[in-house]
């Protein structure tokens, strides 16, 4: 069931929502608009490793890997359009 809040009310379930370690609505609202891209990268020994998440776009998945996994060769950065694009090519 679903009802209209009024901007108090939502503003208090944010705030308690960001209280108990949760997105508040309007950071909420900002990866409603984000996109899941996949990285796929290889470590020291040659293994494939996929790092996936909601990023506004490629290069700032890029960013983040290289800034806290820079052990990692990152081979490509796949959006799940992508991703689908192969699987559907590949049959």
Not at 46 to 63: A, D, H, Q, T, V
Request: charge should be negative.
């Amino acid at each position: 069931m679903s009802r209209d809040w009024t901007q108090e009310e939502l503003q208090n379930a944010s705030k308690a929502m960001k209280e108990a370690g949760h997105l508040g609505y309007e950071e909420f609202c900002e990866q409603l608009n984000k996109t899941i891209f996949t990285g796929l990268c290889k470590d020291a020994d040659n293994n494939l490793i996929r790092i996936s998440g909601p990023y506004n776009c490629k290069e700032e998945l890029e960013e983040q890997l290289q800034e806290h996994f820079s052990l990692l060769k990152v081979i490509t950065v796949l959006s799940e359009e992508d991703i689908a694009f192969i699987k559907e090519n590949l049959k």
